[in-house]
């Protein structure tokens, strides 16, 4: 199975282009850039330099969420154009999942971190189960000081991401004997775990339902639901 697998969910973008288990080619960019402009030429480009046209390719995996608002709309949209028009299987997988996934060599529980602004952060606990990355707590949009009295119960987890710095202080407060994690390649999202990820997860049933999992409402969304009752869910993603 060939998989082309998409992550444009926070500031870097990593796109890869894997055949079971072996990476054919993989593109990361980690300065701040416009995703809409530069997604489709990476991803063209990529599949050109690894010698395949759009057609051999398999599976597409992309990042769900949670993460940018934008970021997340410009993955999930190019991934759903691709497997419609492509006529090929479609796979949504965790942001923080896939961020976590880097952590291949650590025991225990991984904490994988977006910071959501006004110390509230993205999150999760996931953890490696006889080589196999598990969800031991589901993603959640939480405020910090929260999230680190419910870690309070483990004797040592495993910090990752590259918004952890933020809240080190915090972290390191509460938490002394808590890990950072201090590997540059694992801060930041792998286009290859990302692939790996969705090569063992099931595909998309619905391409034209598929989602980008934000875990919070938009501020404009927020204050119109304030006054108005939608009769659909995900009302505004859905307009």
Known sequence: MRILAIDTSNQTLTVAVCEEKKIIGQYTITVKRNHSLTLMPAITQLVKDVGLAPKDIDRIVVAQGPGSYTGLRIGVTTAKTLAYTLKKELVGISSLKALAANCVTIKGPIIPIFDARRNNVYTGIYEYTEGTLTTVMADRHIAMDEWLEQ???????????????????????????????????????????????????????????????YLKRVEAEENWLKDHTPEVENYVEKI
């Not at 809240?167 to 540059?184: G, Y």
């Open 151 to 213: 870690l309070k119960k483990y004797t040592e987890v495993y910090f990752v991401g590259e918004d952890v710095e933020k809240f080190r202080s915090q972290i390191e407060s509460v938490l002394p004997t808590a890990k950072i994690n201090e590997i540059p390649q694992w801060q930041i999202p792998n286009g290859a775990s990302l692939a790996e990820l969705g090569r063992l997860a099931e595909a998309e049933s619905d391409v034209h339902h598929f989602l980008p999992n």
